[in-house]
């Protein structure tokens, strides 16, 4: 399953990717060796995911929560429970 997930940073920040394997992915960001942006603002929670069949959707769809304001993830992820 490939999904799309949003961390909030320590900084308060959020960060976007997508994964096809989530538990992993988060681990490696936990731990400091995901990307270099979550590196350097440890720890990281996960506060949203969506899950897709397709690599390419959920590519797709990470591009489009990039472009939103910070203002539309926080409702993006108030208005979905993490795992919708």
């Known amino acids: 399953m490939n999904r ?3 961390l909030k940073c320590s900084d308060g920040s959020l960060y976007t990717g997508w994964t096809n394997n989530l538990e992993k992915r988060l681990r ?3 731990q400091g060796k995901g990307a ?3 590196r350097a603002r ?3 929670e996960l ?3 969506e899950s897709y069949e397709d690599a390419s959707q959920a590519r797709k769809r990470e591009a489009e929560i990039k472009k939103l ?3 539309k ?3 993006l992820i ?3 429970p993490s795992g919708s």
């Open 28 to 30: 490696t960001h936990q």
């Open 73 to 75: 993830k926080l409702e």
């Open 4 to 6: 799309v997930y949003i």
């Open 69 to 71: 304001s910070r203002e």
């Open 36 to 38: 270099k942006y979550t």
């Open 42 to 44: 440890l720890p990281v």
């Open 47 to 49: 506060v949203y995911f």
């Open 78 to 80: 108030k208005k979905r």
